[in-house]
């Protein structure tokens, strides 16, 4: 019988060392890419990777007039990297307009980042 050691995504390894180096360089990655726009930060966690972009979304929500978050948010996709999982969406798809204000949607946010 042999031993193996599996990762979070589902790899299989035969020895813990390796195991735990290839967990530790997989971090969440998020990229905002945008007519002439381009970011790009990792996490090492994912509760991290989750304040991060829910601030940016907030911010982002402050600054601009109402037309003007709209037309970024349109013109934004948003991927989230996190070992084999990638998932994106225009920021458009995670907010949602309530009186006086925009909120993050809760469902897509947590699909986005898990």
Do not use: W
């Amino acid at each position: 019988m042999k031993i193996c050691y599996i990762s979070d995504d589902g790899k299989y390894f035969e020895n813990l060392e390796d195991c735990k180096k290839y967990e530790s360089k997989n971090d969440y990655v998020v990229e905002f890419v945008g007519i002439d726009y381009h970011f790009v930060q990792s996490f090492k966690n994912k509760q991290d990777c989750q304040h991060f972009v829910a601030d940016y979304i907030h911010k982002k929500l402050k600054t601009f007039k109402a037309q003007s978050v709209i037309n970024f948010f349109n013109d934004t996709k948003i991927t989230v990297s996190h070992k084999s999982d990638i998932t994106q969406f225009n920021l458009i798809d995670l907010i949602e307009e309530v009186p006086a204000h925009y909120k993050i949607k809760s469902g897509k946010f947590h699909h986005l980042i898990r």
